[in-house]
């Protein structure tokens, strides 16, 4: 099943990568596994299990980062194991790669880190797939740039806003046109709609318009997206203010699933 999905979205199968925003435990990850896998098997789409063993980029210090590197790719390698799907998390550092690469399908470069040479180099060199999110500074046609250190075939790119005053974040639609030059590109529908440091120690956000947001990605052509979604927000250990409900996810997917077949 992990293969059939990587070659379905090779030859352009719509899909999604979709998670609790941190490993908070075993039991939140299963359940949105277990929802999530049975959405798919439903609507019949590729999906792609996310979550992040370590937060580094937090607010601050007091912020919660996840269990740690083992313990988080210990519940990673369960998810994917439990349900045979493909998972995906960060990397922040060279050193992780090799263990992190043991265990994940996509090795996803942070934001904040899209232009750290070494990391993408050494990310693609495990022959892995590759999901770098565009930072918030950068144009689109910067990620170019990005695309040529890591010189593989397995990459994707993803969409996540670009700052625009403080505490604020922006989506230019047409970055989506010019990211699908160099490669499948994804929209991610809540960092998209993070208000960063937005109630002074933490992130905020704004999940009522993930929905009409995403819709208008799909209709431009995207080729996924990428959603945090959590059973319960507002006791969510990271990113509470920004994650979509999981009971959302299913209006979420059929309302974007019907734009996709108009576009085809």
Not at 110 to 137: E, M, S, Y
Not at 197 to 208: C, D, H, K, L
Not at 227 to 243: F, R, W
Request: charged share 20%.
């Amino acid at each position: 099943m992990i293969e059939a999905t990587f070659q379905r979205i090779a030859r352009g199968d719509f899909f999604l990568i979709a998670g609790p925003c941190v490993i908070e435990s075993e039991e939140v990850c299963m359940q949105v596994a277990e929802h999530m896998t049975n959405l798919a098997e439903e609507l019949d789409f590729p999906y792609i299990f996310k979550s992040s063993y370590r937060k580094a980029n937090r607010t601050s210090v007091s912020s919660f980062t996840g269990h740690g590197l083992n313990n988080g790719l210990a519940i990673l390698q369960k998810v994917r194991s439990r349900f045979n799907i493909p998972v995906l998390t960060d990397v922040h550092e060279t050193g992780e790669i090799p263990q992190v690469a043991k265990v994940v399908d996509i090795l996803q470069i942070p934001a904040f880190l899209c232009r750290q040479t070494d990391l993408i180099v050494q990310a693609a060199a495990t022959g892995k797939w590759v999901n770098i999110k565009k930072g918030q500074f950068m144009a689109p046609e910067d990620m170019a740039h990005a695309v040529a250190k890591a010189n593989t075939d397995k990459l994707m790119l993803t969409e996540r806003g670009t700052t625009f005053g403080y505490h604020n974040l922006v989506v230019d639609f047409r970055s989506l046109l010019i990211l699908k030059q160099y490669g499948l590109t994804i929209f991610d529908a809540t960092h998209s709609l993070q208000q960063p440091s937005g109630s002074g120690n933490v992130s905020t956000g704004q999940p009522e318009y993930v929905i009409p947001m995403a819709r208008a990605a799909v209709a431009i052509g995207i080729n996924g997206l990428f959603v945090e979604t959590h059973p319960n927000p507002q006791k969510a250990l990271s990113d509470a203010g920004a994650m979509l409900p999981l009971d959302k996810m299913k209006e979420l997917l059929e309302t974007v699933l019907r734009i996709r077949q108009v576009l085809e």
